[in-house]
T-cell receptor, first 114, second 113 residues
Framework: EPEVTQTPSHQVTQMGQEVILRCVPI?????FYWYRQILGQKVEFLVS????????KSEIFDDQFSVERPDGSNFTLKIRSTKLEDSAMYFC????????????FGSGTRLTVV | KNQVEQSPQSLIILEGKNCTLQ??????????LRWYKQDTGRGPVSLTI?????NTKSNGRYTATLDADTKQSSLHITASQLSDSASYIC????????????FGRGTSLIVHP
């Protein structure tokens, strides 16, 4: 079964450092998303991406965050200057259609900011 | 404000027993409702997705119901297995306008042998 692949599975970074989280969506999917989940809390939407541009973003997705699809397969989330409160699980997801039909999540990257 | 409330917050049952998880929402206008299973440290995995016109949908031992009038959904798990131990998350999306889905906090289910 097709999977959304995320790397690394765990990343530790110092406060103020830049991090890039990587995702390989399912190959025929057109919509891409990033979510985060702080430990013990619910999943939160960050951003959706379609046709090489952001289609929607939440209040969480401020100027410190950016997304990119640098080639035909990867989808990245960059955090420019990490803060302690950025520590969370970050999930990438992709779908063939909008509104989460046929929506698949990756296994996540656990980001720890120290 | 769009909200999704799940109950109970946590549930412990014995292997082989049935259980029902609840989801109430205030999201409007309603587009679809999904139930996900999330194992600890893993990404959510879709169990069912229901649109406005669907009342029931099954996926193996999982059966979801939807009452769009009362804005309630339930997820029934039959003959529970140890591997059912996970968080079950209800997610509701709107029709038109903002894509951003509303997630519930999840019900943590523990199945004991």
């Amino acid at each position: 079964e097709p999977e959304v692949t995320q790397t690394p599975s765990h990343q530790v970074t110092q406060m103020g450092q830049e991090v890039i989280l990587r995702c390989v969506p399912i190959s025929n999917h057109l919509y891409f998303y990033w979510y985060r989940q702080i430990l013990g809390q619910k999943v939160e939407f960050l951003v959706s991406f379609y046709n090489n541009e952001i289609s929607e973003k939440s209040e969480i997705f401020d100027d410190q965050f950016s997304v990119e699809r640098p080639d035909g397969s990867n989808f990245t989330l960059k955090i420019r200057s990490t803060k302690l409160e950025d520590s969370a699980m970050y999930f990438c997801a992709s779908s063939e259609e909008d509104r989460m039909v046929g929506y698949t999540f990756g296994s996540g990257t656990r980001l720890t900011v120290v | 404000k769009n909200q999704v409330e799940q109950s109970p917050q946590s549930l412990i049952i014995l292997e082989g027993k049935n259980c029902t998880l609840q989801c109430n929402y205030t999201v409007s206008p309603f587009s679809n409702l999904r139930w996900y299973k999330q194992d600890t440290g893993r990404g959510p995995v879709s169990l069912t997705i229901m649109t406005f016109s669907e009342n029931t949908k099954s996926n193996g031992r999982y059966t979801a119901t939807l009452d769009a009038d009362t804005k309630q959904s339930s997820l029934h798990i039959t003959a529970s297995q140890l591997s059912d131990s996970a968080s079950y998350i209800c997610v509701v999306s709107v029709r038109g306008g903002s894509y951003i889905p509303t997630f519930g906090r999840g019900t943590s289910l523990i199945v004991h042998p």
